[in-house]
């Protein structure tokens, strides 16, 4: 996927995560438009749409509740881990704030991804 | 500190000066708190091993992670708390020595013949025995033990915070006995928050919670004591604190942790 089908604020993962950050972050996506585009960033880098980076994270069978995919969050984790360590040119902060800001969009969309201390 | 004071002070803190060990006088102090608790059949059910989180190595410490425990990796002292059904044995012996000093007296009906013909054989025994049964028993004494040792380091200036833990890793690498059953880890070090940790937390109201009399009666408290306590600091303002948001904004920026 190359680009998004539409504007990413549009995506309801993207508006879970807004909503999380208000409301329960302190913080004002509408201030800082970066986290949107390290997120847009990362779609790229993954070929999936906000709501299909979630996605990738659950294992959801017909008939039964859906649960938070062991694998599919470990894939998730490791793309996080590589796309943070893809930014070229950019200082070990400037590249935790990427991986991080992915890590916050997921875990306001309730799949938590520990990566520690990205000092 | 007084004991209100130290007890209205708690609060699990779970951002930690990483860079700041923690005296081992204060681990010692807060074990000797622990030991001191009230505990059944005067067996010391809680087990614990101290281990400072930069002795690990970073595998071991990753493989001790369950998803809601972030912060182990932040405290600089894990203290890993087991229950061991096990101090049941013993426990005959010293019931006997608990009547020998005079804690327990024939006043209330204790004796030697007493523990070895009834208490051990009829109680105790059958509880050793049975670890399902015995567990509730054994971890509500292990509470008490942690509870104090967390007060005892409140009082020191530290921060704590009780986290669950993986067990079979510890247990590979700290040579945990088969026989322990793991409870809580026990997190210590310096508050990298503020130490009121944005507020008190909200509990539910006295009278939803303890009854008087009856079930169905609610205890009502006394909004004297209610001020008493607020003036003697076990009651101190609720969370959340008009600055915790940013407070901890500022945390994760500076150990550069998700927002």
Redesign the interface.
Known sequence: MSDLKAPSENYSSVQTWYKG?REQ???NPASDLSRLKVLEEFCRYAQLDPDEVVKACLLEKEGRETRISIKGRKRVAQMISDFQASGEGLSP?ER?YRG??I??FL?HNGI?L?A???? | MEYKEVVGRRRSIRYFQTWRPVEREKIQIMLEAARQASCAVNATFMKAIVVERDKLDPKTLESLKTPVSGQLELAPIHIYTYADPSAFNGAQGRLKKLVDVGALNASLGWSHKFVDEFVWPNILKPLAENLPQSIALVAGDVGVAVCQAMLAGVDEGLGVCLTAFVPEPVKKALNVPDHWVPMWALLVGYPAESWDGGGQRPRPPMEEIYFEGKYGTPFKPDPKVTEELKAKKLLMPPAPLPWRKAEVKALAQMFGLPE
């Open positions: 950050l972050s302190g913080v902060r935790a991080n800001t890590r916050s875990i938590l520990q520690g201390m990205q000092l």
